[in-house]
DNA sequence: CTGAAAGCGCTAACAT
DNA sequence: ATGTTAGCGCTTTCAG
């Protein structure tokens, strides 16, 4: 009994302990073809009686793929990234390989550093949101590195990488109209983190909508947090022409406007109606319930992990639920989500 | 056959391209001591020009760690089970490591199965929150593998693996007696997985403080969804002695329970007080706010990887906040954060 | 200061 | 069917 610690056996001690050369066990381990029944279940006792397990990092160094799949995101705890990776490693699991989830804090340079960790660790792959749809940095490093990349929710400008983002534009415009047919005329749009792409399309969409009724665009892109919410909605509300409507660009800024508004004692949607961008677990639960645009989440992550396996291994051989390959940028609708905060099922509130 | 296989520069093309031996160009990667200056930078030139990352697959190989730690979940879309995880990440990173998520949906093959791979993968340590405790299946590879081990929310029986939990018991305990002084007679304890250590020990703290106030438990372990909850509720308020206090232990049937009330039109805490474990983003913005008992999640993820870092590189050299080396069985303390729905602060009901 | 050479654990020709 | 052997890219003695 060797008490060689911290040490997994290695194939060339199974293969001494079996009798057997090191091909025969690599095959054994390989699926166990072209090799004699007899040899193949002694090898197999003996890896079972070792608790041998393959080295993946001598694999690799062989020339096989690491079997791992870098995915860097804002951040984790965030649920709209925590949900995308998890069908992302759903998928990753499927193919068995492994997800490595990195949070950058939409910081740049920890971007980078991000990728520079998964290139020296051989990642296969790489999904990432970038913080900053025209960084140059990011291009460039994203450029030079082998391994295929898919981007996530936000596209890299300039360079073909495939992207699986929503139609942002489409979304923030469609939400718009539907408040413009509910008649409201002073429709205010409130947001920060106009470096988004996402934020800036949806900027685009609401002003589009905006424009197209000859109404007035009402845009604040200084929202940073509750406080912020707070002086800016109270702000409008003393004004000489107060908004009949919010329109909220993301999640955060919806559930601080709706906070806002309860303290406040508006009523919503009779004073004034809120709509926002991004679905929420109690969108519905709350009084009034909050129209939303919601994003399919899910999908966003699963079909980014595809379409990175399917560059990676030919689209035929990845696990995909369909056989056919997809387009290189997916763009996904989006979905308006009636509910009482814009002045639809006045019953229910 | 043709794969555009762009392969990284390796450490001998650089040792070449710069004229110099493969040792030197290590030695400038690991710091450059006891290099000459101009060689120095002649090799970092080269090295920049031709854009080399060293390989850890080879660097592993020849026995370093693989500077990476897996981390074994029931899902990455629970809120809790991310914010765990941003938090370790956050030390793994600051530790130089990658940190690879696995999720298990509480499926215990899977979980075996998650161990196993990160064992092929060499995994320098592992955080796991299991999905029964007392599996001994998970136990047995758990012991085999020479990488330290730190159990998250859940610790692993007859194991002297290190945990970090909360204190499940006393936090239940202390809700229960919070609704107990506020004079209610008849509080409802609705939960579901009851295999779970966590539910097993919230029961145990309820039961504690209702048996010793001498009041009758009234508990209902069948809850699984909103259906569920439904039936549950409308069972109790249709039967000759409804409760006047509901006690929820975990989130989702806290929330599900708020809905069915609300739907119901049963005034909170009026008709029924509502207390739930673990709080949630807009437990403070419904109306009533929901009490809830709260725990330090951030801190179980950060704590817990510190731990793994401690045991993998010794309690002095691990990146802690803190230098001095902590306990291996941690149980932190919850919080009961107090709303208006158990009672507290009708003020503002 | 610097380099030659020996592996780390595995796979894949190439033998047998 | 099975063994032999040559590396994969890197670190690390051990000599210059």
Request: hydrophobic share 40%; proline share 5%; glycine share 6%.
């Amino acid at each position: 009994v060797a008490h060689k610690k911290n040490k997994q056996p290695t194939l060339s001690e199974v293969a001494k302990k079996a009798g057997v050369g090191t091909t025969t066990v690599s095959r054994v381990i390989n699926g166990g073809l072209r090799v004699d029944p007899g040899t193949l279940a002694r090898v197999r006792r003996v890896i079972e009686a070792l608790g041998y397990t393959p080295n993946q990092a001598a694999r690799t160094l062989k020339g096989d793929r690491t079997r791992m799949i870098g995915f860097i995101i804002p951040s984790i705890a965030d649920p709209f990234f925590s949900s995308c990776a998890e069908a992302a490693q759903a998928v990753a699991q499927a193919n068995d390989s492994l997800l490595i989830v990195l949070a950058t804090q939409n910081d740049p340079q920890v971007e980078i550093d991000s990728v520079s960790t998964l290139i020296r660790h051989r990642a296969d792959g790489l999904i990432i949101a970038p913080a900053n749809s025209k960084s140059k940095g990011l291009r460039e490093i994203l450029q030079r590195i082998s391994a295929p990349v898919v981007a996530l929710d936000r596209p890299i400008t300039g360079s073909a990488i495939p992207s699986v983002v929503t139609d942002n534009f489409a979304g923030a415009q469609l939400a718009t109209r539907h408040l413009i047919e509910h008649g409201y005329k002073r429709i205010a749009c409130l947001t920060g983190e106009i470096n988004l792409y996402t934020i800036h399309e949806r900027i685009r969409g609401y002003r589009k909508a905006i424009e197209s009724a000859g109404l007035e665009c009402i845009l604040n892109t200084s929202i940073q947090d509750y406080k912020s919410v707070e002086h800016a909605v109270e702000n409008m509300l003393a004004a000489a022409d107060p908004p009949d409507a919010i329109f909220t660009l993301k999640n955060s800024v919806t559930i601080h406007t709706f906070e806002v508004l309860q303290k406040l004692n508006v009523s919503v949607p009779g004073s004034i109606a809120l709509l926002g961008y991004d679905d929420f677990e109690l969108a519905a639960t709350l009084r009034p319930s909050i129209s939303v645009v919601r994003q399919p989440i899910d999908e966003i992550g699963h079909i980014a992990a595809q379409l990175l396996f399917e560059r990676l291994l030919g689209p035929d051989k990845s696990r995909s639920s369909a056989g056919s390959s997809r387009p290189q940028q997916v763009q996904l609708k989006t979905h308006l989500i009636r509910r009482s905060s814009c002045g639809c099922s006045l019953a229910t509130s």
